[in-house]
C-alpha cells in the first residue's frame, strides 16, 4: 500500500493589521526614513481571493524591499523576516504561477511567488511550532511567575542565589541542545523570538519587583529555559537523558532539577 503524503501547506505571516512586511527590511529603510511608501498587501482585506503582487523584482532576488510573495512550509521560522517580530497574524497562502527560492537547499522551507491565493486566516501560536499555544500560555504567565520568583530572592538572598547558581551550571548544555532541536525540527525563529518576549517579559517583571540587578539575570535565563522546554517538548522523548533535559528546563524550581 503506497504510503498517504501530507499535503503542503504554505503560510504567510502579516503585521497585525494584516499588511505584509517588507521582503527585505534594510533595503525598506531608507524609503521610510524618507517618508517614501513600502508597497505592500493587505492579506486580511483578501481572504479567498487571487492576489497579484503590486510591484514584482527580479526572479528570485532581493533587489526592492518587497519584491515577491514570501512564504513558508515552516511555520516554526516565519518569525525570522518580520520586523517588529511579535504579535502577527497568519494566513495560509497557495503559491501560483512561477515559483522561486533564491536560498537553495539551504532553506527548503521558503517559496516565492508574485502571485497567490489567500486561502484563510489561521491560528498565529503555529508560528512557534507544534507547541505554539503553549509557548503563548507559558508567555502570559510568565510576569506573575517572574514577580514570584523575585519574592523568592527577597526572602532568602543567599540561599535562593546558591541554589539558581547550581542550576545554572547545570542548564547551560540543555539550551545548546534546545537550539540544535529547534534547528533540526525548523522551528529555530520561534525559538529565538520566544527567548526574546520571555526575557523581556521575567526582566520586566523582576526590575518592577525590585529584584537585584545579577537576580534578574537568572530570573531571565529561568524563563526562557521554561519557554523553551515548551516549545521543543515534543521532541524531550522518554530517555533519561532527555528526562533530565525535561527536569531542568520544565522544573517548577531549580532546586527540584
Not at 514577580?147 to 542550576?167: I, L
Request: aromatic letters at 10%; glycine letters at 8%.
Amino acid at each position: 500500500m503506497a504510503r498517504s503524503t501530507r499535503p503542503v501547506v504554505h503560510y504567510m505571516a502579516t503585521r497585525p493589521d494584516g499588511t505584509v512586511p517588507p521582503t527585505c527590511e534594510h533595503l525598506a529603510r531608507y524609503p521610510r526614513e524618507h517618508g517614501e511608501p513600502v508597497p505592500t498587501v493587505n492579506l486580511a482585506n483578501h481572504v479567498g481571493q487571487v492576489v497579484d503582487h503590486p510591484s514584482p523584482g527580479q526572479k528570485w532576488y532581493t533587489d526592492r524591499p518587497f519584491s515577491y510573495f514570501h512564504m513558508y512550509t515552516r511555520p516554526g521560522e516565519i518569525l525570522e523576516r518580520i520586523e517588529e517580530g511579535w504579535p502577527i497574524r497568519l494566513f495560509v497562502v497557495q503559491p501560483l504561477g512561477e515559483t522561486g527560492n533564491w536560498g537553495g537547499r539551504h532553506y527548503p522551507y521558503w517559496l516565492m511567488s508574485q502571485q497567490i491565493r489567500v486561502v484563510e486566516e489561521t491560528e498565529a501560536w503555529r508560528a512557534f511550532g507544534h507547541h505554539g499555544a503553549q509557548v503563548l500560555a507559558t508567555l502570559a504567565q510568565l510576569p506573575d511567575l517572574a514577580r514570584q520568583w523575585a519574592a523568592e530572592w527577597a526572602a532568602d538572598p543567599e540561599g535562593t542565589r546558591r541554589t539558581y547558581k547550581a542550576w545554572e551550571k547545570r542548564v547551560d548544555d540543555m539550551t545548546q541542545w534546545a537550539y540544535r532541536k529547534a534547528q533540526y525540527s525548523r522551528r529555530s525563529a520561534g525559538l529565538t523570538t520566544a527567548n526574546q518576549l520571555a526575557g523581556d517579559a521575567a526582566g520586566q517583571a523582576a526590575t518592577d519587583a525590585g529584584a537585584a540587578p545579577h537576580a534578574v539575570a537568572l530570573i531571565q535565563l529561568r524563563a526562557r529555559c521554561l519557554v523553551a522546554g515548551q516549545l521543543m517538548h515534543d521532541r524531550i522523548r522518554s530517555g533519561d537523558y532527555e528526562r533530565l533535559i525535561r527536569r531542568l528546563l520544565l522544573g517548577a524550581e531549580p532546586s527540584a532539577a
